[in-house]
Structure formats: C-alpha cells, structure tokens
C-alpha cells in the first residue's frame, strides 16, 4: 500500500497560481488511480480532480475545470495539481488518495483508501 504525503501549499493572492505535489512511497504507484480532494472549515471534502493510471485520462469538478491541471509521473511516484487564476473559495486544506480498485468513478471519498495529510491552500481577495 502506498503512503501519501502533499506538499506545496500555502498563502497567494487571488489570481495567482500554486502547484501542489502529492509524493507516494512504494514501487506499485502506477497501478493506482489518483485524486484530490479539498475540505473549507465546516464543509464536507469535496471532489476536485482525478487522474488515471497512465495520466491519459482525467476529470475534473465543475468549479475548477479550466483553472487547475492534475498530472502525474509514475516514474517520480508523484502526482501534481496544477493551480491558476486561484479564486478566495480555493481556499481550503487539500488532499491527495489513492484508489486501487480498477473501478468506481472516482468522484466520491468512498473510492480511495489510501489519503495523504493535507496541505493547507489560503487565498487572500
């Protein structure tokens, strides 16, 4: 099983662009599918993107689709987000999983079992 750990968060400016990595141990990454998801103080996680296991597939949520990239390199075991145009409702603590399970839509927390810690993103108006 793989272990997860983010990092890259921190305070911008709305507008601005941030670049979270998510770094996973053990030599089985690329039979995992990947996410990230983001929790706001008082809100439930929510489902930002998702990548496939060879990165030629991805999906995204409505309210980021167009502004954040999700990628990944299975030989660096390490998958990124790419963040622009960063808006103050980015603002969040975000998290990377894993999914090993070949199927399931990867849009709800219950198709992963493997979650990393978090990084904290704050976006200043």
């Known amino acids: 099983q793989v272990q997860l750990v983010e990092s890259g968060g921190g305070l911008a400016q709305a507008g601005d662009s941030l670049r979270l990595s998510c770094a996973a141990s053990?030599?089985?990454?690329?039979?995992?599918?990947m996410g990230w998801f983001r929790q706001a103080p008082g809100k439930e996680r929510e489902f930002i993107a998702a990548?496939?296991?060879?990165?030629?597939?991805?999906t995204y949520a409505d309210s980021v689709l167009g502004r954040f990239t999700i990628s990944r390199d299975n030989a660096k075991n390490v998958v990124y987000l790419q963040m622009n145009s960063l808006k103050f409702e980015d603002t969040a603590v975000y998290y990377c999983?894993?999914?090993?399970?070949?199927?399931?839509?990867?849009?709800?927390?219950?198709?992963?079992?493997?979650w990393g810690q978090g990084t904290q993103v704050t976006v200043s108006s």
């Open positions: 999983a894993a999914a090993r399970r070949p199927y399931g839509a990867l849009l709800s927390t219950t198709d992963y079992g493997t």
């Open positions: 990548i496939s296991w060879g990165g030629s597939s991805t």
């Open positions: 053990g030599r089985t990454f690329s039979t995992y599918r």
